[in-house]
């Protein structure tokens, strides 16, 4: 028997025992692939996932759960509320406006609808706005981050926004109702609120457009349609403007209805115009990135808002122009009627129907101007109510388009809707706005086909809110829709800032091990979640079982690659002899062959 095992015996044996190497090194790596699965599974059931206001699936997927069990305390309620919670208050106040101004009432359920619809929309304006007042004085550190960030600061305009809504409720839902004697009062509270907001929305309109020129960063292809909600508060300002002085038109002085009309005029033009050049940008990124992203697809709907807003103003700010003419002047009745000059007769030029003045106009019934500028005043006030309709038609038929780009935009994408959590408030404000615009339409003008879009579309809006409100109700009880964008980015971009040679090798496996340990921490919260408590905590414990058994698997892993690496090395110097023996042998073999070669095949 040999003493040595010749040099193919022992490149064989290496071979073998290379790929005994490598076996191991495959079933640990498959071990830990199925313990990192595992773990990520048992984690998924255990937490919250499926992005903002969407619950994971199981036991837990339900709203009266452990309140708030989505964030690792309870002041990031706090911490983290977003002025994007003030398009709550929008929406829910739209609703009430809509359910007021339906253009075919249905009795005492209407008025109660209204007043509900309004006093839980007030409601939720103190507490939102209480909220955000807190995290001004309790976290300064984050105003800042919120004033530079690109979309967070954008939505400062829904504040002054939120509160018109409520200015308008006071107008459209409570005073119908009022006793005559308490119109006087709630005339001059509407004014001193309507003048009490006007800085805010003054704030809106240049401050953060101010922000966006100098320290935010933007791009062409991330271009959308929230870029309106800063200057959309003129507008909404405006049309508030128009409602309190059409309803509360004989209840105000002449200069003070004279300052709301011209200030509601103002603010048309700066809002409306401003948002012509916005939505001219937002076209154009439609055209050359296409569709927005589907997180925020639902602002599709905003630019409803500066068109149909703008058209509500110009027909109520027409009729209170009107009201404010006819104070000082009449109807001329049909020949052979009582007239009404300042002597008790029309003029004999004066056909039936024109407006002749009832008595001097220095008696109050206009403020008091110079000879010369009450001609030019008296034409504006008679243009303002016939041109205003005119313009405001147009508008309302480019909010139309505008509604149909919306919902071709969102129908592209409605298995996604929920995920877009508090995003989904972006399309209740503006369609609301568009119901109140048809339905003061087909008042002014009279036409039932306007009533009946009025009708359908309100349907529409409350059916929409219905949906929406659902959503966040049940994101806001876990408190998945708590979440500050601009403190996330914070966070991130520290985390990146930090040097990497700092950093040992092992402390990506304890920053992950923290990691998970935070996740736990932030799971347990406050109290055991109730029947779903039990089945949470098993979750846990497999996530974590799983994980210890992946780390376990990789080390494993790492072992028999390197025994496979000296396998396969052991082989390779194994097989040197082998290769140079035989090639010296098969050298041999070529030279005998041509050796033995025939003279005849030689020749061929």
């Known amino acids: 028997m040999p003493r040595s095992a010749s040099p193919p015996s022992r490149a064989l044996a290496a071979d073998a025992a290379a790929e005994d190497a490598r076996r191991p090194h495959a079933a640990a790596a498959a071990a830990a692939a199925a313990a990192d699965a595992a773990a990520a599974a048992a984690a998924k059931g255990s937490r919250v996932g499926g992005g903002p206001g969407r619950l994971a ?112 409720g006071v107008v459209l839902v409570l005073a119908p109702y009022l006793a005559p004697s308490a119109l006087p009062s709630a005339a001059s509270a509407a004014l001193a609120l309507y003048w009490a907001n006007v800085p805010a929305v003054g704030l809106s309109v240049l401050l953060v457009p101010f922000f966006m020129f100098t320290t935010h960063g933007h791009s062409h292809e991330r271009v959308t349609a929230i870029y309106l909600l800063p200057v959309v508060p003129a507008c909404v300002q405006a049309g508030s403007a128009g409602t309190i002085a059409a309803a509360f038109a004989p209840q105000f002085s002449p200069r003070a209805l004279e300052s709301l009309l011209l200030s509601g005029y103002a603010f048309v033009g700066v809002g409306l115009l401003l948002s012509i050049l916005v939505s001219t940008l937002y076209f154009q990124r439609l055209l050359y990135h296409h569709l927005p992203p589907k997180e925020v697809i639902v602002s599709s709907f905003l630019p409803l808002g500066p068109y149909a807003m703008s058209s509500l103003a110009f027909v109520r700010l027409g009729a209170a122009a009107e009201t404010m003419l006819r104070a000082a002047y009449a109807a001329v009745p049909p020949a052979g009627g009582g007239g009404g000059g300042s002597g008790g007769q029309a003029p004999a030029t004066a056909a039936a129907g024109d407006l002749v003045p009832l008595a001097p106009l220095s008696a109050g019934a206009l403020p008091a101007r110079d000879a010369s500028a009450l001609p030019r005043y008296v034409a504006m006030l008679r243009s303002a109510d016939g041109a205003g309709l005119v313009l405001a038609l147009a508008l309302w038929g480019f909010a139309l388009w505008w509604l149909a780009v919306a919902v071709a935009c969102v129908g592209s994408a409605w298995r996604t809707l929920a995920a877009c959590g508090l995003g989904l408030w972006g399309g209740i404000f503006p369609l609301g706005v568009l119901v109140l615009n048809t339905a003061a339409l087909a008042q002014a003008l009279d036409v039932p086909a306007l009533r009946g879009i009025a009708a359908a579309l309100a349907a529409c809006h409350w059916a929409f809110w219905l949906y929406v409100a659902a959503i966040t109700a049940r994101g806001a009880w876990s408190g998945a829709l708590f979440v500050a964008p601009c403190l996330v980015d914070l966070e ?113």
């Open 492 to 604: 991130r971009a520290r985390r990146q800032a930090e040097p990497a040679q700092q950093r040992s090798p092992g402390d990506d496996g304890k920053a992950e091990q923290g990691e998970e340990e935070e996740e736990e921490d932030d799971d347990d919260g406050d109290g055991d979640g109730g029947d779903g408590g039990a089945a949470e905590e098993g979750a846990k414990a497999a996530a974590a079982s799983a994980r210890a058994a992946a780390r376990a698997a990789q080390a494993a892993a790492a072992a028999a690659e390197a025994a496979a690496l000296e396998a396969e090395a052991a082989a390779a110097a194994a097989r040197g002899p082998i290769r140079r023996s035989s090639g010296s042998a098969r050298r041999k073999g070529a030279a005998a062959g041509e050796g033995a070669r025939s003279p005849d095949l030689q020749q061929v």
């Open 57 to 168: 699936p199981g036991p837990r997927h339900r709203l009266f759960h452990r309140p708030l069990r989505a964030l690792p305390r309870k002041r990031e309620v706090v911490r983290s509320l977003t002025p994007s919670w003030f398009t709550v208050v929008m929406g829910t106040g739209s609703v009430a406006l809509t359910i007021a101004v339906f253009p075919y009432p249905f009795g005492a359920a209407q008025r109660a609808a209204a007043l509900a619809a309004w006093a839980l929309s007030t409601l939720l304006f103190l507490l939102v706005a209480s909220l955000f007042c807190a995290r001004l004085a309790f976290f300064p550190e984050t105003v800042a981050p919120m004033a530079h960030h690109p979309a967070q600061s954008l939505f400062l305009g829904a504040i002054p926004m939120a509160f018109c809504t409520l200015l308008n």
